[in-house]
Nanobody, 123 residues
């Protein structure tokens, strides 16, 4: 079993910043897992935000967030962070933390998901 617990969401104004955190735990969590984030706006499909490898040194970003969002990882604590800057209303959605093998993350099919956390960017 893998537990992924997100924190840090809420309401922010356009142009503002916000940082999400996700702590991983559980007997089935493998330190070799990649971790990352997806998001789902209302009435839209889930979108890949970004992922980072198990060493925490190779992030990959979705095209809509590249240059504005930064993923980092505390490998000792199994926490992944998503620093979001220059936020736009279209960044609004439920953000999901995920963990799994690298290719699964990139293709949007990780095995383990958090409950999701709301991020709302007001215009």
């Amino acid at each position: 079993q893998v537990h992924l617990v997100e924190s840090g969401g809420g309401l922010v104004q356009t142009g503002g910043s916000m940082t999400l955190s996700c702590a991983a735990s559980g007997p089935a969590f493998d330190d070799a897992f990649a971790m990352g984030w997806f998001r789902q706006p209302v009435a839209k499909e889930r979108e890949f935000v970004g992922t980072i490898n198990w060493r925490g040194n190779r992030p990959i970003y979705g095209t809509s967030v590249k240059g504005r969002f930064t993923i980092s990882r505390d490998t000792a604590k199994n926490i992944v962070y998503l620093q979001m800057q220059s936020l736009k209303p279209e960044d609004t959605g439920v953000y999901y933390c995920a963990a799994g093998w690298g290719p699964d993350m990139v293709f949007g099919t990780p095995h383990h998901w958090g409950q999701g956390i709301q991020v709302t960017v007001s215009s």
